[in-house]
Nanobody, 123 residues
C-alpha cells in the first residue's frame, strides 16, 4: 500500500520561500516517480515538479523553473519541494503523487495521491 503525506504548507508574503515535504511509504518500485502538483482556486490541477528517485532525473513546469527545486532524500523516504520567489500566482493546494517509473515521463499517469497541503502567498 502506498501512502503519501504532505507537510510544510502555510502563508507567506510574496518573494518569500517555503519548503514542502512529502513522506513516502510503500514499495519502492511503486513510488519511484514522485510528482508535485497544485490546484489553484477555480483552476485545473497542474504538474509542478517531478523526480525519479532512483536516477535523480527531475522535471519542471515552465512556470516554476528557476524558482522551485525538487529533491529526494531516499534514506528518509521524503521528497522535498523548495519554493523560492513565491508570487500570488503560486497560491494553491499542493499535492504529491507517486507512480512506478514510466518509460517516458508524463504529468499524467500518477496513481497514488496525498491529501494536499495549502500554500497561500499574499502580495
Amino acid at each position: 500500500q502506498v501512502q503519501l503525506r504532505e507537510s510544510g504548507g502555510g502563508s507567506v508574503q510574496a518573494g518569500g520561500s517555503l519548503r514542502l515535504s512529502c513522506a513516502v511509504s510503500g514499495y519502492t518500485y511503486m513510488t519511484n516517480s514522485i510528482g508535485w502538483f497544485r490546484q489553484a482556486p477555480g483552476k485545473e490541477r497542474e504538474g509542478v515538479a517531478a523526480i525519479y528517485r532512483g536516477s535523480g532525473d527531475t522535471y519542471y513546469a515552465d512556470s516554476v523553473k528557476g524558482r522551485f527545486t525538487i529533491s529526494s532524500d531516499n534514506a528518509k523516504n521524503t521528497v522535498y519541494l523548495q519554493m523560492n520567489s513565491l508570487t500570488s500566482e503560486d497560491t494553491a493546494i499542493f499535492y504529491c503523487a507517486a507512480e512506478p517509473k514510466p518509460p517516458v515521463f508524463s504529468w499524467t499517469g500518477f496513481l497514488y495521491w496525498g491529501q494536499g497541503t495549502e500554500v497561500t502567498v499574499s502580495s
